[in-house]
């Protein structure tokens, strides 16, 4: 009959918790890749209002938004 030792336990153990970490930082990169990918997406839409051609740039100097309640 087979078993596990005290001593295979805590071998187990021992692979678990780098194991979980890798787990852990391939979902996160993989994550990230796929906001990326989504970031890149949103970024190539065409805008519903563009600029007329040959418009100046807007400068702006000093300027505030307030947010305020209707």
Known sequence: ???FSDHSDIDLLKLYGPL???GYIYRS????LVDT????AL???STEV???PNAPDLLVSDGE???GVC
């Open 37 to 40: 990918e989504r970031l890149l």
């Open 50 to 52: 563009d600029d007329k």
């Open 29 to 32: 990169v993989n994550q990230s």
């Open 1 to 3: 009959m087979f078993s």
């Open 20 to 22: 979980n970490q890798l």
């Open 65 to 67: 938004i307030e947010f």
């Open 43 to 45: 970024l190539n839409e």
